[in-house]
């Protein structure tokens, strides 16, 4: 079942929450970070400048650029969801049933799952799921389920439920 559904009062509510502190964490941690590392860039590039480099001269850079590239491919695609965020008006449910269930043990995630289903195979450890409505730990091989994804928007699950809760107008 591929269908387009307005969103309900918990999901919009998610939405705000979610952005709200991607955007409070993106003022505060990570454009601070952006500044400081702009810096000292200017100091590395000035001690060249001057003639005066030393070993710090070579490593900040290098650094940095590591830091961006990682920042880009980890940090930048769950803010740019934001802005696709405000656009959305409904929703793509998909019902499918699940065919393998793996977990393990992550050291700073803990328990990560990985669902393998008829369409889609779902990584906690990679995709980041909003709304739960089933625990995890409940799902068996075979369990029919719903995933609720924003149209547009990698990486990101709005919701997993059960097939009824979808049909019922609950979700």
Not at 52 to 69: E, G, K
Request: glycine share 4%; charged share 20%; aromatic share 10%.
């Amino acid at each position: 079942m591929n269908t387009l559904l307005p969103l309900s009062e918990k999901e919009k509510r998610v939405l705000r929450k979610t952005m709200i502190s991607r955007i409070a964490l993106f003022f505060v941690a990570i454009l601070p970070l952006i500044t400081f590392s702009v810096y000292l860039l200017y100091l590395a590039a000035m001690s060249f400048a001057d003639g005066s480099q030393d070993v710090f001269s070579f490593i900040i850079p290098a650094v940095i650029l590591l830091f961006y590239v990682l920042g880009a491919k980890y940090i930048l695609p769950p803010l740019v969801n934001v802005l696709r965020y405000r656009k959305t008006e409904g929703k793509k449910v998909f019902t499918t049933c699940i065919r393998q269930i793996s977990k393990r043990y992550i050291g700073a995630k803990g328990l990560v799952f990985t669902l393998k289903t008829d369409l889609f195979t779902i990584d906690t450890a990679k995709d980041i799921v909003l709304i739960c409505d089933i625990p995890l730990t409940d799902l068996a091989p075979g369990t029919e389920i719903s995933i609720h994804k924003l149209p547009g928007i990698r990486n990101e699950i709005l919701r997993i439920s059960t097939p009824l809760e979808v049909n019922t107008g609950k979700s």
